[in-house]
């Protein structure tokens, strides 16, 4: 069992809907959370990041982490063709002195106009 | 703003040769880290770089060798390309935790193909 697990979809949307992302993981020891965005031949750009339970918002998008069970969500509002891209999450434990990352998947999400 | 530069941005190797990946970051981190992306697998930590002097294995080093040349810089070696190396190479590199700036950032990678 991989320690990070997200859905590869593709996930398609019409433009403006609400978009759920979703991971879990399994290693109680991660306290840093993050949500990359990549689009199709480029590298990774971290989109949010938060750490241990909570919410956070930045403009559309929103990022939760429910720790108890072990399950984050990236939410997009009133969601764009811009937002065409693949979503990935990546963790990391709160002993290391930097941040080694432990990557899901990614889902491939398509918004149609 | 450079951020992270990866040089090449393509190649193409024969099975047993080999080369180095560039990567050279300006945002002054400590740590760097060198990932592969294959379809279905995500980013996979091949070696990383906590801080200038010290390198360490992820999750699959074989065939790879780094090079941690100075803060700015961390080469990736394949000595022997295999077919199994063709993929996407991305270099990336972080501030420690506890100086709360999360995430690390990425350079625009180097796609592989070993033929």
């Known amino acids: 069992q991989k320690e990070v697990e997200q859905d590869p979809g593709p996930l398609s949307v019409p433009e403006g809907a609400i978009v759920s992302l979703n991971c879990t993981y399994s290693?109680?020891?991660?306290?840093?959370f993050m949500w990359y965005r990549q689009y199709s031949r480029k590298g990774p750009e971290l989109l949010m990041y938060?750490?241990?339970?909570g919410n956070k918002e930045d403009g559309r998008f929103t990022a939760q982490v429910d720790k108890s069970s072990k399950y984050i969500s990236l939410f997009i509002r009133d969601s764009q063709p811009s937002d065409s891209a693949t979503y990935l999450c990546?963790?990391?434990?709160?002993?290391?002195?930097?941040?080694?990352?432990?990557f899901g998947t990614g889902t491939r999400l398509l918004v149609s106009p | 703003n450079a951020g992270v530069t990866q040089t090449p941005k393509f190649q193409v190797l024969k099975t047993g040769q080999s080369m180095t990946l560039q990567c050279a970051q300006d945002?002054?981190?400590?740590?760097m880290y060198w990932y592969r992306q294959d379809p279905g697998m995500g980013l996979r930590l091949i070696y990383y770089?906590?801080?200038?002097?010290?390198?360490d294995k992820g999750e699959v080093p074989n065939g790879y060798n780094v090079s941690r040349l100075n803060k700015r810089e961390f080469s990736l070696r394949l000595e022997s390309a295999a077919p199994s190396q063709t993929s996407v190479y991305f270099c990336?590199?972080?501030?420690?935790?506890?100086?709360?700036?999360?995430?690390?950032?990425f350079g625009q990678g180097t796609r592989l193909t070993v033929v």
């Open positions: 990336a590199s972080s501030e420690a935790l506890n100086t709360g700036f999360f995430g690390a950032f």
């Open positions: 290693n109680s020891a991660f306290q840093y």
């Open positions: 938060t750490y241990s339970s």
């Open positions: 990546a963790m990391s434990e709160a002993n290391t002195g930097f941040q080694k990352l432990v």
């Open positions: 945002m002054n981190h400590n740590s």
């Open positions: 770089s906590a801080s200038e002097g010290t390198t």
